[in-house]
């Protein structure tokens, strides 16, 4: 849910809306965390600050906001 709040809040226009909530979705999938998870919201901001860049690939979106905190996807 966290992602959603802070698109919101922003001005984005719908292409830039699709790739982070993709990458949002993907992002929690892969981590296995429950939306109710409060890591839920730095994921969202750090990809809302990936985006911010100018990345329109939501899987390379998702990666660079994980990587940015440092976080790795469960083993499958």
Request: charge should be negative.
């Amino acid at each position: 849910m966290a992602i959603y709040k802070l698109i919101a809040n922003g001005s984005f226009g719908p292409e830039e809306i699709k790739v982070m909530t993709e990458a949002y979705e993907e992002a929690l999938i892969d981590l296995g965390i429950d939306r109710n998870d409060p890591l839920t919201e730095l994921i969202a901001k750090a990809i809302v600050n990936v985006a911010a860049t100018g990345e329109r690939n939501a899987p390379i979106v998702k990666e660079r906001a994980l990587n940015a905190l440092g976080v790795r996807p469960r083993a499958a």
